[in-house]
């Protein structure tokens, strides 16, 4: 189970890192009225979320050969 889970958090930090455009569309342009682009900020910490929880899915991965 936990493999299949840091499978998951590896393909899902993939896809922030790739395209953080995506997950701007999918979570916040909801709550503008305009077409509004995400700000730099948002694009930045998105692709360091996607990093780090691409690290945490590999850590994940190794823990069960390690134990």
């Not at 936990?2 to 979570?27: D, H, K, R, T, W």
Request: hydrophobic residues 55%; negative net charge.
């Amino acid at each position: 189970m936990l493999v299949l889970l840091s499978l998951l958090c590896i393909v899902g930090g993939f896809a922030m890192l790739l395209n953080p455009e995506l997950v701007f569309e999918l979570s916040e342009s909801w709550k503008l009225d305009s077409g509004a682009e995400p700000s730099r900020l948002f694009i930045l910490s998105t692709r360091i979320g996607g990093a780090l929880c691409m690290l945490a899915g590999i850590g994940g991965m190794i823990v069960p050969f390690i134990s």
